[in-house]
């Protein structure tokens, strides 16, 4: 499924950071750059929806029909990565809690519970309400529901997990005699008598049930799932015709993107090789695994930075025609599009040390945007491989559900790593 008829080239683009004069400029500059999609509104809840039930469209409105008019079209967020304040006063139960009983806060990003009941209705309303506004607008090409899908929480222990833990161990084993036989209880006394007994592994005094925490990684993964599909089903239904993917990260432990693989319409990835050891062979390796979720169709790089990330210890700048050599790289390995987070350097909030396409002190001859446009153009005349496919001469056997199991604790080597 081609996005578009050329190699899909832009960004992240957060525009509510920014005053609306700044809209139009961004605008000419991605003209000058080449973009032609933007990744938009993707953390943008408290802005689209600022109190309960109450919608302003007006502003996202008016970006997409300035990016449209400078020829950018929009991969469109379904603003559900981040809960709004108000959301988390409503309903403090919906913030995640670790293993060890402590509730993860408000105040950086992606801070639900998978399985808050409350979470999951307003997510169905916030989904339907943009999808009807802007599902007529030309310049809407892709759907990216929500972002990086457990990158900061990926396993949640409260007790609406473990409810739904409850059902899904029900669903999985029948009759709580067979749990007991498949995980073992008898050993070390953890037989149960009842379904309510069992509880998410949480910080316990020694080694956990190695089966209850294989089944943890599986419940988890599907409950995360489960809030993709919700999204995807609403989209689906007002707007068929657009594709739906969001953005995976790799050889990412927690989620089996083999099985989520089947349910987006394009494979889109986040890769951000640390510029110190050059270019990893295992960036190769990630590109190969993200094209082979869908069987060798071509993916999107979702993301990339131009120069340096700000999350590492230590950031280094990319150094000159890196950025054009992985990008290609990555061309060369079945991508059909080339994207950044994010489009302009942010100027307040965790990420304004991230590099970006547009960095602080913007002028003529600043070599990202210089690097950046470059490649832009050079894409242009590259239409002719969109939808190609590479042919693989090798395979590997990569099992995410192998890997949960290889590195559960309490084996003959413990520092036996399926994949780094
Ligand atoms: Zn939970």
């Given at each position: 499924?081609?996005?578009?008829?050329?190699?899909?080239?832009?960004?992240?683009?957060?525009?509510?950071?920014?005053?609306?004069?700044?809209?139009?400029e961004d605008a000419k500059?991605?003209?000058?750059?080449?973009?032609?999609?933007?990744?938009?509104?993707?953390?943008?809840?408290?802005?689209?929806?600022?109190?309960?039930?109450?919608?302003?469209?007006?502003?996202?409105?008016?970006?997409?029909?300035?990016?449209?008019?400078?020829?950018?079209?929009?991969?469109?967020?379904?603003?559900?990565?981040?809960?709004?304040?108000?959301?988390?006063?409503?309903?403090?139960?919906?913030?995640?809690?670790?293993?060890?009983?402590?509730?993860?806060?408000?105040?950086?990003?992606?801070?639900?519970?998978?399985?808050?009941?409350?979470?999951?209705?307003?997510?169905?309303?916030?989904?339907?309400?943009?999808?009807?506004?802007?599902?007529?607008?030309?310049?809407?090409?892709?759907?990216?529901?929500?972002?990086?899908?457990?990158?900061?929480?990926?396993?949640?222990?409260?007790?609406?997990?473990?409810?739904?833990?409850?059902?899904?161990?029900?669903?999985?084993?029948?009759?709580?005699?067979?749990?007991?036989?498949?995980?073992?209880?008898?050993?070390?006394?953890?037989?149960?008598?009842?379904?309510?007994?069992?509880?998410?592994?949480?910080k316990a005094p020694t080694?956990?049930?190695?089966?209850?925490?294989?089944?943890?990684?599986?419940?988890?993964?599907?409950?995360?799932?489960?809030?993709?599909?919700?999204?995807?089903?609403?989209?689906?239904?007002?707007?068929?015709?657009?594709?739906?993917?969001?953005?995976?990260?790799?050889?990412?432990?927690?989620?089996?993107?083999?099985?989520?693989?089947?349910?987006?319409?394009?494979?889109?990835?986040?890769?951000?090789?640390?510029?110190?050891?050059?270019?990893?062979?295992?960036?190769?390796?990630?590109?190969?695994?993200?094209?082979?979720?869908?069987?060798?169709?071509?993916?999107?790089?979702?993301?990339?930075?131009?120069?340096?990330?700000?999350?590492?210890?230590?950031?280094?700048?990319?150094?000159?025609?890196?950025?054009?050599?992985?990008?290609?790289?990555?061309?060369?390995?079945?991508?059909?599009?080339?994207?950044?987070?994010?489009?302009?350097?942010?100027?307040?909030?965790?990420?304004?040390?991230?590099?970006?396409m547009v960095p602080h002190?913007?002028?003529?001859?600043?070599?990202?945007?210089?690097?950046?446009?470059?490649?832009?153009?050079?894409?242009?005349?590259?239409?002719?491989?969109?939808?190609?496919?590479?042919?693989?001469?090798?395979?590997?056997?990569?099992?995410?559900?192998?890997?949960?199991?290889?590195?559960?604790?309490?084996?003959?080597?413990?520092?036996?790593?399926?994949?780094?």
């Open positions: 499924m081609n996005v578009l008829s050329s190699i899909c080239y832009g960004g992240d683009y957060n525009p509510e950071q920014w005053p609306e004069e700044i809209w139009y500059l991605m003209q000058k750059a080449g973009v032609n999609l933007v990744s938009l509104g993707i953390f943008s809840w408290s802005k689209i929806e600022p109190s309960d039930g109450v919608f302003d469209f007006e502003w996202l409105d008016k970006v997409i029909d300035i990016l449209y008019d400078h020829g950018v079209y929009i991969n469109l967020g379904t603003a559900t990565a981040t809960t709004p304040a108000w959301f988390v006063k409503k309903y403090p139960d919906s913030l995640p809690i670790d293993e060890s009983g402590v509730i993860l806060s408000f105040g950086s990003r992606q801070h639900y519970c998978p399985n808050h009941p409350q979470l999951i209705t307003h997510i169905k309303r916030l989904v339907r309400a943009i999808a009807e506004r802007y599902k007529n607008h030309p310049a809407l090409k892709m759907w990216h529901v929500n972002n990086e899908y457990a990158c900061h929480v990926s396993k949640c222990f409260c007790e609406n997990c473990a409810v739904a833990f409850r059902k899904w161990l029900k669903e999985r084993y029948k009759t709580i005699d067979e749990l007991n036989e498949r995980w073992g209880t008898n050993f070390w006394g953890q037989r149960y008598n009842h379904w309510d007994e069992i509880n998410p592994p949480r080694f956990i049930n190695p089966s209850q925490e294989l089944d943890y990684y599986r419940f988890m993964n599907d409950s995360i799932l489960k809030l993709f599909l919700t999204e995807k089903e609403i989209l689906r239904d007002v707007t068929p015709d657009i594709p739906v993917s969001t953005n995976f990260m790799g050889s990412f432990k927690p989620l089996n993107y083999f099985q989520w693989a089947q349910h987006v319409d394009i494979v889109t990835w986040d890769s951000y090789p640390d510029p110190r050891e050059g270019l990893p062979i295992q960036h190769a390796m990630m590109n190969d695994l993200m094209r082979s979720l869908r069987k060798g169709q071509p993916f999107i790089l979702m993301e990339q930075v131009t120069s340096h990330v700000n999350w590492r210890d230590i950031n280094v700048p990319k150094p000159p025609g890196v950025m054009r050599l992985w990008s290609y790289a990555t061309i060369a390995r079945g991508a059909d599009g080339i994207m950044f987070f994010q489009w302009r350097q942010s100027r307040a909030g965790a990420e304004k040390f991230h590099g970006a002190f913007l002028n003529e001859n600043n070599r990202i945007y210089r690097e950046v446009t470059q490649l832009g153009q050079e894409l242009k005349k590259l239409d002719c491989l969109v939808g190609s496919r590479i042919k693989a001469e090798v395979a590997i056997i990569f099992d995410w559900e192998n890997w949960w199991a290889v590195e559960l604790s309490s084996k003959p080597h413990n520092k036996l790593r399926y994949c780094r």
